[in-house]
């Protein structure tokens, strides 16, 4: 079955940087849209950022001009750069694979940020 294995979350102080890297496995991975996902504690889960397979990108307002998706279709690999990070960054992130009706998620990777 299909696997996505995200790596790379761990604890970092505010302004800090992280990139968290999403592994896709049994998928043709270059038609996928891609995107990650967060959720807090208590909260929903939220939309962080996207890139569609033709590499447009979308990203949530609150981590605009602070985080970068990009992908690798060569090695079947989305990646979250992750700059500028805040204490209300914390959150397990999680990675999506999309395309047409199918949708997969990763098992998530936290991310603290504190002092």
């Known amino acids: 079955q299909v696997q996505l294995v995200e790596s790379g979350g761990g604890l970092v102080q505010p302004g800090g940087s992280l990139r968290l890297s999403c592994a896709a496995s049994?998928?043709?991975?270059?038609?996928?849209?891609m995107g990650w996902y967060r959720q807090a504690p208590g909260k929903q889960r939220e939309l962080v950022a996207t890139i569609t397979s033709g590499g447009s990108t979308n990203y949530a307002d609150s981590v605009k001009g602070r985080f970068t998706i990009s992908r690798n279709n060569d090695k079947n690999t989305v990646y979250l750069q992750m700059n500028s990070l805040k204490p209300e960054d914390t959150a397990v992130y999680y990675c999506n694979a999309r395309w047409v009706q199918s949708t997969y998620w990763g098992q998530g990777t936290q991310v603290t940020v504190s002092s």
């Open positions: 049994r998928l043709t991975f270059s038609i996928y849209a």
